[in-house]
């Protein structure tokens, strides 16, 4: 049955991001492409204004895909929707399960379709070979390949938004428990959970400081060396995964009460 | 055949009533196959509980009878037609002269009064 | 057999009591008429049935066991919304359905769709809401369940299509199989009715089989739930 509902979710979800991905990708590709200008003034106009449209397109997924994330949560289990997906032969763990499986992917396919429409319109043709290069270079002085330091970005970046959405999720299902105000307490109690949990992140990089002098040093001079922030970066990594597990358990524990659709 | 109900009296008792009707005119033939209980519901558009119902009253006063595996059939037996029809008939005309009396007609003017009207037809 | 029971069933929002210890039972094979006005807790408990609600106390028992993923499997609700998915076409509605439901009859729904001139390839978004509500109880009635639950199938519909809704629901509607209907325009279904409740003010008012209740006040349903609520 998981895959049958998460077949839904999906399906449902991509039929409106996927026109966004097309029209990204198609600017990016534009802007990237340098067959397209002859060096003219009114060219390089037009290079710099399809970049320019790239990267608030990349601001725009990002944001559409959240937002159609929190949408789809929120009408598919207590909108008009949620009267069919209720009423269906399916546990609510599987529900859920399948709306925690649609987040994961929803987040590396918007991650994926942006870097790959931020490469094409910044780094085509050589300056791809370019910026390997500097990867290199890097690589070479720090002794360490740059590429597990892009990597563990990527990884808590990932990480933090997981959580961020399933905040978003705490919010919806908590909030919709209330017999009024839906909407709004939704967005508070999502809103202070996001909260609440970078805030205790925060406070153990402090602590950290306290026990680490290298840690510390980042305080003073906002700097460290590449060893400290691969410790540093791995640690916020487990913490956020941390944080998700427990919210996964927070959220399908209270969503198994059931609930009281409007 | 169609049922006309109305909805202050029990559903079930207006369909024994026009059953017995449509029999006793014939437009139900003796000897004829009903459709199955659902079926005829459905026809009828009342609730197939409301139809077994019926179907079971008018089973009891005789009007039609189960044939074990083949459904139920309306009666062959025409002299027990024939005595609904003339009970039928009875009722009707027992209920016509009392209005005629109320009227102020007498026994004999209502009489008169039919047999000048079969003529003018 | 006890189909459905429920037992000193409450719901309330806050102070606001919504319906008081309901204790009901639906035997199979019948069809209920869930009558009262707008408000008095008819769509709440259908809700309750359904799991779209939590009760506050009591318990409600399908075929003698908690309302949960079995009990969705044998119960076929209709509720008073358009509840697809407005993206869809009607073809993955039925697609939808069928995966989702063993009883679904995609064949018979097919049939039902074209008798009722409604196209295969159409967009439920370009629908209206006639329309909508149309597809709706011919998917919910083309699954072969055991209960069936219909929350006003009549409200949208104009009143020379309901002979139509009301044949629909009497041919599909299988011979073990009970049927709750829960609406404010009596007249036009009291007839297939074998029971009727009367709701008011979340308590049950009377339960009655609708032949009896006929008889003992020479009335129609219609007019003794006007008489009783005075509306």
């Known amino acids: ?262 | 055949m169609d049922f006309v109900f109305d909805n202050d009296r029990p559903i079930y008792i207006q369909l024994v009533e026009q059953m017995e009707k449509f029999i006793v005119s014939g437009e139900l033939a003796s000897g004829v196959r009903l459709p199955s209980v659902r079926d005829f519901a459905v026809r009828c558009r009342v609730n197939p509980n409301t139809m077994q119902r019926a179907l079971a009253e008018l089973e009891e006063l005789g009007l039609i009878y189960t044939e074990r595996t083949n459904g139920k059939f309306v009666t062959s037996d025409e002299d027990l037609i024939k005595k609904f029809r003339e009970k039928y008939a009875e009722n009707k005309a027992v209920n016509f002269l009392t209005e005629m009396e109320e009227l102020g007609y007498t026994k004999e003017e209502t009489l008169e009064y039919l047999k000048n009207l079969n003529q003018e037809d | ?231």
């Open chain 1, 1 to 262: 049955m998981l895959t049958k509902v998460l077949k839904y979710d999906l399906k449902l979800t991509y039929k409106t991001l996927a026109g966004f991905y097309t029209v990204l990708m198609i600017f990016a590709y534009a802007a990237g492409d340098e067959r397209f200008f002859n060096g003219s003034y009114f060219s390089r106009f037009i290079e710099e204004l399809l970049k320019l449209s790239t990267a608030a397109l990349i601001t725009a997924t990002v944001v559409m895909s959240l937002w159609i994330v929190f949408q789809r949560f929120a009408e598919n289990l207590y909108g008009n929707e949620s009267y069919f997906t209720h009423t269906l032969p399916v546990s609510r763990t599987t529900v859920y399960v399948s709306k925690f499986l649609s987040l994961l992917t929803v987040l590396l396919t918007s991650a994926a379709v942006c870097m790959a429409a931020y490469f094409l319109a910044f780094y085509s043709g050589g300056r791809v070979s370019e910026w390997q290069r500097v990867l290199r270079n890097y690589s070479n002085i720090y002794g360490i390949s740059i590429a597990i330091v892009y990597l563990l970005i990527f990884a808590v970046c990932m990480l933090q938004m997981i959580c961020l959405v399933q905040c978003g999720h705490f919010g919806i299902i908590t909030g919709h428990r209330a017999n009024d105000g839906r909407n709004v307490k939704s967005v508070v109690l999502g809103f202070c959970m996001y909260l609440i949990i970078n805030a205790a992140g925060s406070i153990g990089f402090f602590a950290a400081g306290s026990f680490f002098p290298k840690v510390r040093d980042l305080f003073y001079n906002g700097t460290a060396d590449i060893k400290t922030l691969c410790g540093l970066l791995s640690a916020a990594g487990i913490y956020y995964a941390a944080s998700a597990a427990l919210l996964f358990a927070i959220c399908l524990k209270i969503f198994k009460k059931g609930v009281n659709v409007e």
């Open chain 3, 1 to 231: 057999m006890e189909l459905l029971k429920c037992v000193d069933l409450s719901k309330s929002y806050g102070d606001d009591e919504a319906l008081k210890d309901i204790n009901l039972v639906i035997p199979k094979g019948r069809i209920v008429g869930l009558l009262g006005k707008n408000g008095a807790g008819k769509t709440t408990l259908i809700k309750l049935i359904n799991d779209l609600l939590t009760p506050t106390k009591g318990e409600i028992l399908i075929n003698e066991r908690p309302v949960g993923v079995e009990s969705k499997k044998v119960i076929s609700y209709l509720p008073e919304r358009s509840y697809m998915n407005k993206s869809m076409s009607v073809k993955e509605a039925l697609s939808m359905f069928k995966e989702f439901y063993e009883d679904f009859d995609y064949e018979k729904c097919k049939k039902t769709l074209k008798k009722l001139d409604l196209d295969m390839e159409m967009k439920i978004s370009k629908m209206s809401k006639g329309m909508q509500e149309k597809l709706q109880l011919i998917l919910v009635m083309s699954r072969r369940a055991e209960l069936y639950i219909l929350d006003e199938p009549l409200a949208g519909v104009d009143p020379a299509a309901r002979e139509n809704i009301l044949d629909m629901i009497l041919t599909n509607l299988g011979e073990d199989a009970s049927l709750i209907i829960s609406t404010h325009l009596i007249s036009d279904i009291e007839r297939i009715l074998d029971d009727v409740i009367f709701i008011n003010e979340g308590r049950i008012i009377l339960y009655s089989p609708a032949d009896e209740l006929r008889n003992r006040e020479n009335a129609s349903i219609d007019d003794i739930f006007r008489r009783m609520f005075k509306c």
